[in-house]
């Protein structure tokens, strides 16, 4: 299991861009495929996107395809959401998280919302003004 720790939350007008970094410790990072996951106040927990354990794969929920990019640093134990045009609809805790299973199998239980994962960082507020 991973400790996670997201960091780079904050407030933005629209139309601006922030970069999420998630820090994680263990020795298994990666092997874990990556997601990340986002609650508005009042709304369920939404996957938006994900990343293999190589990085050579990603996936973007449709709501952020297009203005968002995933990547990973197996080095530095790092996934990072790009987030670009930012909407007030982007508002959210935004939360990382880590499944040590195959890419496929990982990706469908998320996209099916299913939302198992083996870690989950504590969250960071993203408050996009209009």
């Known amino acids: 299991q991973l400790q996670l720790v997201e960091s780079g939350g904050g407030l933005v007008q629209t139309g601006g861009s922030l970069r999420l970094s998630c820090a994680a410790s263990?020795?298994?990072?990666?092997?874990?495929?990556m997601g990340w996951f986002r609650q508005a106040p009042g709304k369920e927990r939404d996957f938006i996107a994900a990343?293999?354990?190589?990085?050579?794969?990603?996936y973007y929920a449709d709501s952020v395809k297009g203005r968002f990019t995933i990547a990973r640093d197996n080095a530095d134990n790092t996934v990072n959401l790009q987030m670009n045009n930012l909407k007030p609809e982007d508002t959210a805790v935004y939360y990382c998280?880590?499944?040590?299973?195959?890419?496929?199998?990982?990706?469908?239980?998320?996209?099916?919302?299913?939302?198992?994962?083996?870690?989950w960082g504590q969250g960071t507020q993203v408050t996009v003004s209009s």
């Open positions: 990343i293999s354990w190589s990085g050579y794969s990603t």
């Open positions: 263990g020795r298994t990072f990666s092997s874990n495929v």
């Open positions: 998280a880590g499944r040590n299973m195959n890419w496929g199998v990982a990706l469908s239980n998320w996209r099916a919302g299913l939302g198992l994962a083996d870690s």
